[in-house]
């Protein structure tokens, strides 16, 4: 068989412009069309025909290399300056212009809350094409490392051993060079000496300044390089992280909102996240659903009294242990008389009210002798407490039962079946089609920008599957003629 061999000086007719390489239904045309019909005053970057002064790269077209770049997982302020060189595809999308990788970056980080912005226009646009409905969203989170070393974590205790050990070391330090200005005043030694002095004068200055910080912000500990993030558990272990937050529709699972916390898990993120995705549609969803992360009785309590229905598990629920004879017990099995503020047990018995918990900020109950749970025969499966069974009854205990049954009813099941492939596919495009495993900015406005990047550009590609590339850039090009900011 013969080979088929290249030939790199071969002479070739080459098309005359760079609009010709690109083909009508190539999906660069429909972020190049999105991004142009965007209004820069609606998302918040000041835009003046005739400046005076130093030239700037148009605002657009940064803005068109951030969204298209993200959409393909280069996020690299270097990559994507390479990608203007020597990618056709970012060259017709920039229109020729190559800016260098310092100015890139210097966009991304000053112009944060337009990045922001820009998914918030994005899902406006998904609501003017229909492809919302708004019935039903799923909130999901996952966690996202930052841009920092959780070695840098500080505590209390690290910072008093740290400075204990720096003030031993400035004490030694200053011996040295008392003694060897004794001894060798022109040894080169002695400036050595006093150059580590004042770096470790700067180090003791920084710890203190980060123990200020801890006082003040009465937390645990603080990362010294992104004083905002906070320390997350992953499957990957402990790391410096942020908690990325999404609301999704149920109808093409389109991102309607999101979000980055600095928290470590979801369990008061529940009646924010839906209330600000309620903010984005014409009208409050019907259902919110989301996994047993979420199972705040008091957050939910704040969406099922706006009428919205709550499908969420409870720890208990999502658990899926098999019946065990201690169920048989469980505090499910014991009635409560509103009447009397009382659990009746299995048994028979009466357990009163006992008093409240300001820790657990709950009621508890107990037999004032607990000699009742002694002698009774369930005593060692009911309870091993020579104390008595103890009940603890929460503030919001109507609602997690009311609940606990809307989650086992049909419609509960049906909707939380479609969780998954709904709200986790967007965290597995970005986690894996896109490689984001940490995100490039500091800060928790940082993250929120990036991760508004994120969703922005799975919902384009989202409209790019659902819609086609040509009818997509119809679509947003009327809208454009229209003069309405989508």
Not at 162 to 180: H, M, V
Not at 273 to 299: F, T, V
Not at 424 to 450: C, Q, T
Request: hydrophobic share 35%.
């Amino acid at each position: 068989m013969a080979y088929i061999y290249g030939n790199r000086y071969q002479t070739e007719l080459f098309p005359q412009s760079i609009e010709e390489y690109v083909a009508q239904d190539d999906p660069v045309r429909a972020y190049d069309t999105f991004v142009q019909s965007l209004e820069l005053k609606d998302v918040g970057i000041d835009y003046v025909e005739v400046r005076v002064g130093n030239l700037e790269y148009n605002p657009k077209a940064m803005l068109k290399l951030l969204v298209y770049g993200y959409s393909y997982g280069i996020r690299s302020s270097r990559k994507l300056e390479r990608a203007c060189y020597h990618n056709v595809s970012f060259m017709w999308l920039m229109e020729g212009l190559k800016p260098d990788h310092k100015t890139i970056a210097n966009f991304r980080k000053n112009n944060k809350k337009a990045l922001k912005n820009v998914f918030k226009q994005c899902a406006r646009l998904c609501l003017k094409l229909g492809l919302i409905e708004g019935n039903t969203l799923f909130v999901d989170g996952s966690k996202i490392r930052a841009n920092a070393s959780i070695n840098n974590n500080w505590t209390k205790e690290k910072c008093d051993q740290y400075l204990a050990d720096i003030d031993k070391r400035i004490e030694s330090i200053l011996a040295e060079c008392d003694a060897t200005d004794d001894k060798e005043k022109n040894n080169d030694s002695l400036v050595k000496l006093k150059e580590e002095l004042k770096d470790k004068e700067t180090l003791k200055a920084k710890v203190k300044s980060i123990m200020e910080e801890l006082k003040k912000e009465n937390t645990v500990s603080i990362n010294g390089t992104d004083s905002e993030c906070v320390k997350v558990k992953g499957r990957q272990g402990s790391h410096a992280g942020y908690n990325g937050q999404i609301v999704v529709d149920e109808q093409h699972g389109l991102i309607v909102h999101t979000d980055v916390v600095n928290e470590n898990n979801d369990i008061h993120q529940f009646a924010s996240q839906i209330e600000q995705a309620n903010e984005a549609l014409p009208k409050p969803c019907e259902n919110a659903c989301g996994d047993a992360g979420y199972s705040c009785s008091s957050e939910l309590k704040k969406i099922d009294e706006q009428g919205i229905a709550v499908i969420v598990p409870s720890q208990k629920q999502a658990s899926h242990n098999k019946d065990k004879e201690s169920d048989a017990y469980s505090k499910e099995q014991f009635k409560y008389d509103a009447q009397k503020d009382c659990y009746i047990c299995p048994m028979g018995q009466e357990i009163p009210y006992s008093h409240f918990s300001t820790k657990k900020q709950s009621k508890l109950y107990r037999f004032k002798n607990g000699s009742i749970c002694l002698s009774c025969k369930s005593y060692g499966i009911c309870t091993k407490s020579k104390r008595g069974r103890a009940i603890i009854r929460i503030a919001e205990e109507e609602t997690k039962l009311k609940l606990e049954q809307l989650y086992k009813t049909r419609h509960g099941q049906e909707i939380y079946k479609l969780r998954k492939q709904k709200v986790e596919l967007p965290f597995g495009h970005i986690k894996r089609n896109l490689g984001v495993s940490a995100f490039l900015l500091r800060g928790l406005d940082g993250a929120k920008a990036e991760m508004a990047l994120f969703s922005s550009c799975f919902n384009i590609a989202r409209l790019i599957t659902i819609l086609g590339v040509p009818l997509l850039i119809s679509k947003l090009t009327i809208g454009c003629m229209e003069n309405s900011p989508v």
